[in-house]
T-cell receptor, first 114, second 110 residues
Framework: EPEVTQTPSHQVTQMGQEVILRCVPI?????FYWYRQILGQKVEFLVS????????KSEIFDDQFSVERPDGSNFTLKIRSTKLEDSAMYFC????????????FGEGSWLTVV | GIQVEQSPPDLILQEGANSTLRCNFS?????LQWFHQNPWGQLINLFY???GTKQNGRLSATTVATERYSLLYISSSQTTDSGVYFC????????????FGKGTTLSVSS
């Protein structure tokens, strides 16, 4: 079964450093998402991306965050200057949005900011 | 925005017991999915169920869209069923993002 893949699975970074999280969505999917989950809390929506542009973003997705689809397969989340409170699991997800609109999630990238 | 409430927040069961998890949502939805988050943090798709009833082995789910709730049934629970169960919905009046509830933490002991 096709799956969403994410790298890295874990990353530890110094406060103030830039981080790029990478995702390869399922190949025939058109909508891509990033979510985050702070330890012990619920999963929160960050941003959705369709047709090479942001279609929706939450209040969490401020100027320190950006997303990009640099080629036909990768989808990246960049955090420009990490803060301690950015420590979380970051999930990438994708969907076709035709027929059954199941959204499929990757295994997540654990980010620890020290 | 749409509100998603899950109950109970915590559930402790003996292996073999049955359980029902509930998800209430405050507005009409285009999409409703149930997920199981395992101890490694992975979100496993259980059901895509904006309406109706589906079954997959020991798990089944029912969504009554007109009354704005969904139920997840787990029968003959096993220790591997432990983890957090999330309900997530897509608000039909908003964008395509899934909005998650806070989850039900299930612990099954042998």
């Amino acid at each position: 079964e096709p799956e969403v893949t994410q790298t890295p699975s874990h990353q530890v970074t110094q406060m103030g450093q830039e981080v790029i999280l990478r995702c390869v969505p399922i190949s025939n999917h058109l909508y891509f998402y990033w979510y985050r989950q702070i330890l012990g809390q619920k999963v929160e929506f960050l941003v959705s991306f369709y047709n090479n542009e942001i279609s929706e973003k939450s209040e969490i997705f401020d100027d320190q965050f950006s997303v990009e689809r640099p080629d036909g397969s990768n989808f990246t989340l960049k955090i420009r200057s990490t803060k301690l409170e950015d420590s979380a699991m970051y999930f990438c997800a994708s969907t076709r949005r035709t027929g059954e609109n199941t959204i499929y999630f990757g295994e997540g990238s654990w980010l620890t900011v020290v | 925005g749409i509100q998603v409430e899950q109950s109970p927040p915590d559930l402790i069961l003996q292996e073999g017991a049955n359980s029902t998890l509930r998800c209430n949502f405050s507005d009409s939805v285009n999409n409703l999915q149930w997920f199981h988050q395992n101890p490694w943090g992975q979100l496993i798709n259980l059901f895509y169920i904006p309406s109706g009833t589906k079954q997959n082995g020991r798990l089944s789910a029912t969504t009554v869209a007109t009354e704005r709730y969904s139920l997840l049934y787990i029968s003959s629970s096993q220790t591997t069923d432990s983890g957090v169960y999330f309900c997530a919905v897509e608000d039909s009046q908003a964008g395509t993002a899934l909005i998650f509830g806070k989850g039900t933490t299930l612990s099954v002991s042998s």
